[in-house]
């Protein structure tokens, strides 16, 4: 069965330091690769999105992720970290051409100053 | 703010009622999806709709049920209700399937 794991539960950095927040995936087709961050009380917003072409792909925030077909993996990444990215953070696959998004646990992201 | 309008913000109700909640895609969005998130399944999809029809079913219990309007809005009907199902319930919608889904702030239902 299609999955998404995201193996932190819980992420602390000090503001100014770089991020990776790791996913890994299993869906046998090409996958749609979506990053989508919650804060609390809010809604899902969509950081970034891979459909197809390059790997490397930037989002909004300062956010960028890469799609490593051979690891099955779409990890996030941010240079440098601001107090204001502190939220809780999705990795998701879309199944069928996108229609379908299984969902990562997700990991929350701690900024410390 | 995505464009995603889904009401009520919050809705407490008792074991055994039903409840609807409403959901108004951003303009030009063809598709609506529900998702539950509760702490102990995460994230799941419940149910698509396309231009008024079912397009995709997931992990959505039979008590529930859903449709999309002619104008497109869409409505989440959940009866029977049971403690298990408090969750925040949250609509998308996207211009058509296969593009990046944009998602409201949610309906926070308590069932006591």
């Known amino acids: 069965a299609q999955s998404v794991t995201q193996p932190d539960i819980h992420i602390t950095v000090s503001e100014g330091a770089s991020l990776e927040l790791r996913c890994n995936y299993s869906?046998?087709?090409?996958?749609?690769l979506f990053w989508y961050v919650q804060s609390p009380g809010q809604g899902l917003q969509l950081l970034l999105k891979?459909?197809?072409?390059?790997?490397l792909v930037q989002g909004i925030k300062g956010f960028e992720a890469e799609f490593k077909r051979s690891q099955s993996s779409f990890n996030l990444r941010k240079p440098s970290v601001h107090w204001s990215d502190a939220a809780e953070y999705f990795c998701?696959?879309?199944?069928?051409?996108?229609?379908?998004?299984?969902f990562g646990a997700g990991t929350i992201l701690r900024v410390k100053s | 703010d995505s464009g995603v309008t889904q009401t009520p913000k919050h809705l407490i109700t008792a074991t055994g009622q039903r409840v609807t909640l409403r959901c108004s895609p951003r303009?030009?969005?063809?598709?609506v999806y529900w998702y539950q998130q509760s702490l102990d399944q995460g994230l799941q999809f419940l149910i698509q709709?396309?231009?008024?029809?079912?397009?995709a079913k997931g992990n959505i219990l039979e008590r529930f049920s859903a449709q999309q309007f002619p104008d497109l809005h869409s409505e989440l009907n959940l009866s029977s209700l049971e403690l298990g199902d408090s969750a925040l319930y949250f609509c998308?919608?996207?211009?058509?399937?296969?593009?990046?889904?944009?998602f409201g702030q949610g309906t926070r239902l308590t069932v006591v």
């Open positions: 998308a919608s996207s211009v058509e399937t296969g593009t990046e889904a944009f």
């Open positions: 303009s030009g969005d063809l598709s």
């Open positions: 869906y046998g087709a090409t996958p749609y």
């Open positions: 891979y459909f197809s072409g390059d790997t």
């Open positions: 709709y396309y231009n008024g029809e079912e397009r």
């Open positions: 998701a696959v879309g199944l069928e051409y996108g229609n379908k998004l299984v």
